[in-house]
């Protein structure tokens, strides 16, 4: 399948909470002391616009997943309430205990805003424990004030997400520097997703890639 051109191109509540924030520090591998989880193509679970064939909202192409939505687009199933989602969700390694990793590389295109580009499905009262999303070229924790990264568009980015249930604790590295170490959101059962997910003030397209994708676990 040929690799479209990229094209540059749920509201939640205003979330706050106690984090650490770390403006400099020195890049690590967060994933030392951690065992890596095998994934296949079977733990890969495309969610999309329900009346849309996968292709015309997903690609994957020499090992980039592809992800476009528009604000337009239905949800992905015809029951659902939620806004318009094109996603993986990562399955068969559902968790309610222990600590869990998600790696990836990301890439997104100037000129997307308002969305979601990673969650932590799962939280005691709200349907997520984390999101990581785009507003104007920073990337985001939820809608907060809190910016992980400024200057994100159109650049490989690398996501590590780290989510320790029994300590109730989410931390967040980019590019190997902690970037939040805060509380999450309870336990619930928890899985990774990652692509775009409409959220508030969203472009008239949203869009992200992403490749290399790892789960680890203690």
């Known amino acids: 399948m040929t690799m479209l051109p990229i094209l540059h191109l749920i509201l939640f509540p205003l979330i706050i909470h106690q984090t ?5 520090a020195a890049a690590i591998d967060p994933t030392q002391g951690f065992t890596h989880v095998s994934l296949d193509n079977s733990n890969f679970v495309i969610q999309k616009p329900y009346n849309l064939p996968v292709n015309q909202r997903y690609n994957f192409t020499n090992g980039v997943h592809q992800f476009w939505i528009l604000p337009t687009d239905k949800p992905f199933m015809s029951d659902s309430n939620t806004k318009p989602r094109t996603e993986i969700r990562i399955s ?8 869990w990793q998600f790696e990836g590389y990301a ?12 969650q932590v499905f799962g939280g005691r009262s709200t349907a997520t ?3 990581l999303r785009i507003y104007d070229g920073s990337l985001t924790y939820y809608n ?6 400024q200057n ?5 980015f690398k996501v590590n997400v780290i989510h320790d249930v ?7 590295y980019i590019d190997g520097v902690l970037k939040r170490d805060g509380a999450g959101l309870g336990a619930a059962t928890h899985y990774f997703k990652f692509g775009v997910y409409v959220q508030n003030d969203h472009s008239n397209r949203m869009e992200s890639l992403w490749k290399d994708i790892k789960v680890f676990k203690k």
Request: hydrophobic share 30%.
């Open 92 to 99: 068969k390694h559902e968790y309610t205990s222990g600590i």
């Open 20 to 24: 650490t924030s770390f403006s400099s």
């Open 129 to 131: 424990t984390t999101q």
């Open 107 to 118: 890439y997104v295109p100037s000129g997307t805003s308002g969305v979601c580009i990673m």
């Open 152 to 156: 994100i568009y159109n650049r490989w």
């Open 166 to 172: 029994d300590a109730n604790n989410v931390k967040v």
């Open 144 to 149: 907060s004030p809190h910016v992980l990264s």
